[in-house]
């Protein structure tokens, strides 16, 4: 009789590049080809720096080199990116915590006119998308404690116009965003979004391709409301995004870790079976197929030793059908990561496979890059 054949081992991942060591590196990162070279560009932002702003270069070799800032310091913020005007490079747009949102038009050699939107509640996230089919990018926001969901239409030269604010009735007096995805869910060829929100879970709201939205939260069968991050994406192969959260917190004598749910467009199905390994999950958390298989796999970060900002970061290897095993032997580090914010996968230098970039924050933050040995 033949036995069983194990699974091919997985690769082993090995830190290459560290930037901006000793800042506070906040909220999700740009990877894109800001100069239209081939390679990859760096955006982040960064807590008590000044600027808080700040853009590498990618050589194609895993290699950045910095821009000077010739840009107005708003402060750290969240970051979209997308061609606001049209002229086939990047824009970006920085949605401050302080409040301001920074719409940075590029000029092709590396340097941005801006336009500046005052604003009174402080953002966690930023998505452009065209929302209401005119062809122009729109700008979705996510507040940090009163504003909700924004959402303004884009008229192409980098203004915005407020067209709807979301939810229209509050559960609450404060409702602190945590993350935003825009993705068509029910296959209906219009925009919907995807809201995490700390105290108040996930929100959901379908779009009608005109800017207008309805729906409100959703019911996952969570005992934790206690999220810090989410990403969409087709885990098991049907065709409809499903939901990856991380922070959830089930209590200290309780393991905790990321949580999965299957989509079909309607409704979740929690799917996290082999992901609870973890005593506290930390926001960091991406999806994306590291071993080849075509299966989607997560990397998460969080904390195994109990002690609170000693985060290590966790690759659990999926199987395309919403379930998953922790690759033990993948040479990322368990611990000794300060807090990590965010976790983003990437080729970065052209070699086939995806790097890992990690931000991390605290007195020893910094954005840490990872290869496939």
């Known amino acids: 009789m033949g036995c069983a054949s194990s699974p091919p081992p997985s690769p082993a991942y090995s830190k290459v590049l560290t930037l901006g060591a000793g800042s506070e590196w906040r909220f999700q990162p ?177 779009g009608d391709g005109q800017g207008n939205f309805r729906g409100g939260p959703v019911d996952l069968a969570s005992s934790s409301t206690q999220l810090q991050s989410l990403v969409l994406g087709d885990v098991n192969n049907d065709g409809a995004p499903d939901l990856v959260i991380n922070g959830t917190f089930a209590g200290r004598d309780q393991a905790n870790g990321p949580d999965v749910y299957l989509g079909d467009g309607a409704k979740w199905t929690a799917s996290s079976d082999g992901l609870k390994v973890l005593k506290f999950a930390s926001a960091g958390v991406a999806l994306g197929d590291l071993d080849g298989d075509g299966n989607p796999d997560i990397v998460a970060a969080g904390d195994v030793t109990g002690v609170g900002g000693d985060d290590g970061l966790f690759w659990f290897r999926g199987d395309g059908k919403g379930r998953w095993r922790l690759v033990q032997d993948s040479g990322l580090p368990s611990s000794g990561l300060s807090i990590v914010h965010s976790i983003t996968l990437a080729d970065v230098d052209h070699d086939g496979f995806l790097q890992i970039i990690a931000l991390s924050g605290g007195l020893n933050g910094g954005i840490t890059i990872w290869k496939r040995k």
Not at 33 to 58: E, K
Not at 107 to 125: I, M, Y
Not at 139 to 151: D, M, P, S
Not at 156 to 173: A, C, D, F, I, K
């Open 30 to 206: 740009l990877v894109v080809d800001l100069n239209r070279d081939g390679h990859l560009d760096l955006v982040a932002t960064a807590r008590l720096a000044s600027p808080s702003l700040h853009l590498w270069l990618g050589d194609g070799k895993g290699g950045f080199n910095p821009i000077t800032a010739t840009w107005t310091d708003i402060g750290y913020g969240a970051l979209a990116t997308g061609d606001i005007n049209g002229d086939g490079f990047p824009d970006i747009v920085v949605a401050s915590h302080f409040g301001g949102v920074q719409t940075l038009l590029s000029d092709a050699r590396g340097g941005f006119t801006e336009k500046l939107l005052q604003h009174e509640d402080g953002h966690v996230a930023a998505q452009l998308a065209d929302v209401n089919g005119d062809g122009r990018l729109d700008l979705i926001l996510l507040g940090y404690r009163n504003t909700g969901i924004e959402v303004y239409l884009g008229d192409g030269t980098g203004n915005w116009t407020l067209q709807s604010t979301l939810p229209e009735t509050r559960p609450g007096r404060i409702m602190p965003g945590r993350a935003l995805e825009v993705r068509d869910l029910n296959h209906d060829g219009r925009l919907d979004l995807v809201a995490a929100f700390q105290r108040w879970g996930i929100y959901v709201y379908y």
